[in-house]
């Protein structure tokens, strides 16, 4: 039996997944499989390489071309990563490791910016990166110590499949989203979460600041502030209700302020207290950068990713459920991910 | 260029010495997760192996195993590699 089958769902084979399909040769880790759901039928030079195999779904999700790699997966363990994501050399081999020391039925592990990202790409990956952005979800793009999770995004995450089975695989109706879905079954199921672990290392391409970058932010924010609202378990969190909160102060603030004047001094207060944070921030990624530059992409990219997520979180809070958004971007890739 | 960047760095005990090829360090960062008392990143995000008292050897293992290039090599003091193992 194949120990790990790889599944990327993807709409048609685009220069990240040649990439990630470069990488995915060079694993030191052999025994696997790699099976890629494009929408259309393709032909792709794998070099005679068995282990990888093209199964065309039509026009679908990711949950279901997910669902439909599973169902053809020979492998143990189903590995999912994003097409616009590739893995680190050691990734399988050290979820390998993390699986036999922890007995775990599921694991995820950091999704970093890659080195060679353009520059406002990086951008983007230090505002996520930041303690600011991201709060205590910042393992999700950088490594930190080992802890147990609920949710973990597809990017770089590993099932059993046998737990994938039990639980039904993703409910297709969920997308974005359908990971966090899956999770929650998971853990309901085993009544225990799973494993986080920074050794199976994948590099997610970012997009770049500002605009694609605040389009997947407000896509974020919509998705969890929906399931916030249907999901209380694990997506019903102060933490995400924080960014809203900010947006509603911003505003309504001096509207209080005026009915109130002694609030005045509180909300300029707390206007100080946010935008030094921001600034020590961004000053201490363009000292690591070495940028100037650096500076006014971080400062303007957390604000306005507070902002972004705190808008479509009410957004996606209060409004009634709809479960498939719009599923490609201008650039015919999945506009999730 | 730091301690033990290309460069073998010996523990205070004379038990185990480490390396960190510099060209293939990314800042992955992973080798301070498991072994802070003994790896931090220099200025330009590059590992390198601090003075004073490491990790124990199973933790430094650790560290040079997670890192995603293979970039810390660690030897014991009669030359045999520990990590990555030949």
């Not at chain 1, 609030?263 to 363009?286: D, Q, S």
Request: glycine share 8%; charged share 25%; net charge neutral.
């Amino acid at each position: 039996m194949i120990k790990y089958s790889i599944i990327i769902p993807v709409r048609y084979i685009n220069d990240f997944l040649k990439r990630n399909i470069e990488e995915l040769k060079q694993l030191d880790y052999k025994d696997f499989e790699v099976i890629i759901l494009p929408d259309e039928p393709e032909e792709f030079d794998f070099e005679n390489d068995p282990r990888f195999s093209v199964i065309p779904t039509g026009t679908s999700h990711p949950a279901g071309k997910r669902n439909l790699g599973s169902l053809y997966a020979k492998g143990e363990i189903l590995a999912f990563i994003d097409d616009d994501a590739y893995p680190a050399k050691n990734w399988l081999s050290m979820a390998e490791q993390v699986f036999e020391e922890t007995g775990t039925y599921a694991l995820g592990g950091p999704a970093m910016t890659p080195g060679d990202d353009c520059f406002k790409e990086k951008m983007s990956g230090r505002v996520l990166e930041s303690y600011l952005t991201s709060a205590k979800f910042v393992y999700r793009h950088l490594p930190f110590p080992p802890r147990k999770i609920n949710d973990f995004p597809t990017v770089n995450l590993f099932v059993k499949k046998d737990a994938f089975e039990k639980v039904g695989g993703f409910l297709q109706e969920f997308w974005p989203g359908e990971d966090t879905k899956l999770c929650l079954d998971l853990v309901k199921f085993f009544k225990q979460d799973f494993v986080y672990d920074p050794r199976p290392i994948v590099y997610h391409h970012r997009r770049e600041m500002f605009k694609p970058h605040l389009k997947q932010i407000s896509r974020y924010g919509r998705h969890r502030g929906q399931f916030a609202r249907i999901f209380p378990e694990t997506s019903r969190l102060p933490a995400f209700f924080v960014p809203s909160f900010f947006v509603l102060g911003l505003w309504m603030g001096p509207l209080v302020a005026m009915l109130l004047p002694v609030l005045w001094k509180f909300y300029f207060g707390g206007l100080f207290v946010y935008f030094t944070a921001v600034g020590l921030e961004a000053t201490r990624v363009a000292i690591k950068e070495r940028s100037i530059r650096a500076f006014g992409f971080v400062y303007w990219g957390i604000f306005l990713t507070h902002i972004t997520y705190g808008f479509y979180f009410m957004v996606g809070f209060l409004k009634r459920p709809k479960y498939i958004s719009k599923a490609v971007d201008s650039s015919g890739n999945y506009s999730e991910g | 260029m730091k301690k033990g960047q290309n460069e073998f760095a010996i523990s205070s005990d004379q038990k185990v010495r480490i390396k960190v090829i510099k060209e293939k360090c990314i800042s992955a960062g992973t080798c301070i997760v498991y072994a802070a008392d003994t790896f931090d990143l220099d200025e330009d995000g590059i590992s390198y192996v601090k003075e004073g008292i490491w990790d124990e050897l199973e933790k430094i293992v650790m560290a040079a195993k997670s890192c995603p290039t293979m970039a810390i090599i660690v030897e014991d003091m009669d030359g045999k590699q520990l990590w990555p193992l030949e």
